[in-house]
């Protein structure tokens, strides 16, 4: 079975830019989370979706939004680009939706992304 | 304020011994608690999940434990080798359903 697959693996943009990831997830995983990875903040959770509708949110600005389609793949965009959203954005798949239960999740190998 | 702490930012482990590596929280009541590895440049990869009800769990030479009491997860690795050289991660449910994850603990295994 294939992994989860994210796109690009690598990406430059310059301030004021605006980027759309995106995230395949394992075949048969309906629940899918994004991820920020930076060194001085860690892993931060930036939302979830579950069957197309986004079920929970981190903190983050409205800048960062998603969505997810009726093949479960997903798609994060970052409109107006700041140095600080340099970072490795990572993607996450689970069989079914995080409270039901044992939740192990699958990631993704992530998506650098520079901004200048 | 709710925190995750893991307990040194770097570890340095002789070959063949035993890596322990602690992860501490504060003001989280968590069902469960997971342990993830991540390679330089890679997603995290999940190793072993906890519940609340269960004290310790083992997966070949890794053992995890859970003090609720405490509110501290040990992570071991017993018999380490160079290849077990990575950063590795906990992660809880916040209480809220998002998981959140510690800064993670870099593990070095020198041979």
């Known amino acids: 079975k294939a992994g989860v697959t994210q796109t690009p693996r690598y990406l430059i943009k310059t301030r004021g830019q605006q980027v759309t990831l995106s995230c395949s997830p394992i075949s048969g995983h309906r629940s899918v989370s994004w991820y920020q990875q930076t060194p001085g903040q860690g892993l931060q959770f930036l939302f979830e979706?579950?069957?197309?509708?986004?079920?929970n949110k981190g903190n983050f600005p409205g800048r960062f939004s998603g969505r997810q389609f009726s093949n479960s793949r997903s798609e994060m965009n970052v409109s107006t680009l700041e140095l600080g959203d340099s970072a490795l954005y990572l993607c996450?798949?689970?069989?079914?939706?995080?409270?039901?239960?044992?939740?192990?999740?699958?990631f993704g190998p992530g998506t650098r992304l520079t901004v200048l | 304020s709710q925190k995750i702490e893991q307990n040194s930012e770097a570890l340095n482990i002789q070959e063949g011994k035993t890596a322990t590596l602690t992860c501490n929280y504060t003001?989280?009541?968590?069902?469960?608690l997971q342990w993830y590895r991540q390679d330089p440049g890679r997603g995290p990869v999940f190793l072993l999940l906890?519940?609340?009800?269960?004290k310790e769990k083992r997966k070949e030479r890794l053992k995890v434990t859970f003090d609720t009491t405490l509110k501290q997860s040990l992570f071991h690795i017993t018999a380490s080798q160079p290849a077990d050289s990575a950063t590795y991660l906990c992660a809880l449910d916040g209480g809220n359903e998002k998981l959140t994850f510690g800064t993670g603990t870099r593990l070095t295994i020198i041979p």
């Open positions: 979706y579950f069957s197309e509708t986004q079920r």
């Open positions: 003001n989280y009541s968590p069902a469960y």
């Open positions: 996450a798949s689970s069989l079914v939706y995080r409270p039901s239960g044992h939740n192990e999740q699958f």
């Open positions: 906890i519940r609340e009800n269960e």
